[in-house]
Structures are given as C-alpha cells and as structure tokens.
C-alpha cells in the first residue's frame, strides 16, 4: 500500500527525516513514535503531500507520488486539533470530502448515517460543533476522514488532547473500528501506551532515522537499543561483560538469557525482573521511594556504591521506604541492547 524510499528532508544543514526506508501493508495499522524532533510528523506530512521530500520516493499502490497533490493522493488525514469546521453541524462536517469528490446528495446522507452511527453518534447529523464534547468532536473528525473511503488513513496525534480515561476507551474503539472495516493505518504519536493499543506495527523514531521496527510485544520484550530502552521508560540500564550466562555489572553477577552474546554489552533490566529478598541473599538495598501504579507498586532501591534500581511488586509485598531489602535478578527479564548508542 505504501512505500517510502530513503526519503529525506532537510531543513538547511538538518536532516529532519534522514533516508527513510518504511513499509505499509494492506489493512495493516503501522504507529510512529518517537520524542519531539524524531521527524515522525515530518514523516506523515511527507506522505499526504503537505511536504516535499528533499530527496527519495513516496509509492502509494506502487505509483510514485511526487507532483501528486495531496488531495488527489486518496489518502485521510485526521490532526490533533481536528480542524473541524465550527460554521457547519455535524453532518455538514463529515460530509465535506463526500461534496468535494462530488457524490450525489443522497448518497451523502446515507454515507453520514452510517459512519456517524459506526463512531458511536448515531443521529448527530444536526447538532451544532460547538455542544460536542472533545471525544465527540474527535469521532466526527475520525467519521469525515473516513467518509471518502481512503485507501490510507493518516493519524496525527490523534487522541492528544482528550484526557487519560477518554484517550485508553478511543483507542480500544479504533482498532476495532479499522479491524472491521480493513482500513490501512499511519498514525504518529508519542504516546507509547496509545501506539502499542492501536498498533499492529510500531516504528520507534530518533533524529530523522528508524531506530527499531516490530510488533508493539517485540519491541517491548527486546528494544534494540538504549535509545528504543530509555524511550519506553526503562531506566535500569548499565555496562555489562557478559561471559556464560552471567554478566557482570556494577550490581554484581546478573543472570542473562541463555544464548546471549559474550562480552562488552549494555544491559537493561526490567523492573519485573528485580526481586526482592533478604539482604543476606541478594544485593543490599535500601528502599528510598515507592509509587502506586494501580496494579503494582514501583519501588525505587539504592545499593551502596552503584546506581538506582527501579523494582516492582504487588501492593501487598511493597517494603516501607526505609527499609533494608535485597534485590535478585531473573534472566527472563533481562535483555542484552549491544553496544552503547
């Protein structure tokens, strides 16, 4: 469905997107994420035509896109702000791209009947943009990129200014929504929670380049780097040498997958793999914070002589801070990044 070769775009001397190669498949919904500046907006505005590509090819359905402007490129485009039009109702509102493509008005109307009922506003047609709340503006937005049936559906941040609740309820609904209707999705965003909910693929940004492709459950249980670690809030990161299936750290002997590469490496270690024991029979800690997480509890640990450890545990088991405990490593939580990025 879509392809970009080594595109590129310079603003001066900066490559805001540096030769990327990404592929999107049919029905297929594809996340990028990244910090501010990865270029993953810049990415998007390259694909619908809003920027032009300093060097390398968009392919939509093959067909190279340069010269094409974006609304003959057959693609949606739903932004963070909407942009809907206060002026017209609902019904006004998603039928825009149906008028513009220059559908007859019956069909019109049966058209917003029908996605206004698939995005949950069923007879909306005639209410008024402004006594729309932010998730109901956010669904007739969703129901007018649709309307025109594009082959590609393009997401910029599109749940960023809903609150929490609202933003995990929507995104559970559009994946569901694009499963039934097969619609193929590019969606940037820099919600780590909301790309690993909605994705089939995820696409983790940094300064213009892909640092790591996957699926959200590979790129969870295997960044490729600190870099993709950090990003997804991992901060149990430190130099190892790994020899056997041990390696050692400023922490002293962690366990390591079985098969792991042998020597110089930097090792992250989840917070699930940390467990807490006795003093005696694990790294002396003492606990200096601890934090409800709802189904966990986050406990922050410091070893004399060597960096914090972030642990987890249930709520039940959360040591008071202050308290002196030991931490032990499981090998099934511990990944080996290679070198240091």
Known sequence: MLRLDGATVRFGKRAVLDSVDLEVADHEIVCVLGPSGSGKSTLLRVVA????????????????QRGVPVHRRGVGLMFQDHQLFPQRDVGGNVAFGLRMRGAAKAEQVRRVGELLDMVGLPGA????ISTLSGGEQQ???????????????????????????LRER????????FGRLGTTVLAVTHDQGEAFALADRVVVMREGRIAQTGTPLEVWQRPASE??????????????TVSGEAADT???KVPVPAGTAQGEARLLVRPAGVRLVPSEDGLPCVVTGRTFRGHHVALLLRPAGAPLLEAECALRDAPE?????GAAFAAEEVVVLGAAD
Do not use: C, H, I, S
């Open 250 to 252: 400023v922490w002293g």
């Open 321 to 325: 801070v202050g308290a002196e405990v």
């Open 170 to 177: 929507l995104v559970v609904e559009l994946r569901q929504l």
């Open 139 to 165: 669904r007739v937005a969703l129901a007018r990129a649709l309307a025109p049936e594009p082959k590609l559906l393009m997401l910029d941040e599109p749940l960023g200014q809903l609150d929490r609740g």
């Open 125 to 128: 047609g005639r209410r008024a």
């Open 49 to 64: 035509g809003l920027q032009a590509a300093d060097a390398g090819r968009v392919l939509l359905d093959g067909r190279d």
């Open 227 to 240: 870099f993709v670690a950090r990003f997804l809030g991992f901060d149990n990161v430190v130099a190892a």
